[in-house]
């Protein structure tokens, strides 16, 4: 059995895994049954024009560091995004006015949009 921590909804939770035996033949997984799965959040209709900041790598949105509205000025860190066990401060590539497309405690991929400035 393997151990992993998960976000959900900002919740960390922690979860054992067990591994199917490589001797023994895998089922093919089942498709999600309509309505077995819970109806995605819908997303925030937000502005995104303007300058987006992309995640420049897979991570965790460790804080934000500015209230959406806020003005900012060019290589103002605006938020940290965790990797790796290292904190790294993500900067505003131009001055204007933040606006986020995470919230903390939420995972991103490589080139997610983490905010747009405008």
């Known amino acids: 059995m393997r151990n992993f921590i998960i976000t959900v909804d900002g919740k960390r939770y922690e979860v054992g895994v067990e591994e199917v035996g490589a001797s023994g033949a895998s089922a ?11 109806a995605p959040k819908a997303a ?10 992309l995640s420049p790598f897979p991570g965790l949105i460790k804080n934000l560091l500015f209230n959406s509205g806020d003005r900012v000025k060019k290589d103002q860190p605006i938020l940290v995004l965790e990797a790796m066990k290292m904190d790294n401060d993500i900067t505003a590539p ?18 997610a949009v983490l905010a747009v400035i405008s």
């Open 28 to 38: 093919a997984p089942k498709a999600p049954q309509p309505g077995s799965l819970p």
């Open 44 to 53: 925030a209709k937000a502005n995104l024009n303007g300058t987006k900041v």
């Open 94 to 111: 131009c001055d204007g006015t933040v606006t986020y497309q995470v919230q903390k405690g939420t995972n991103v991929e490589s080139d």
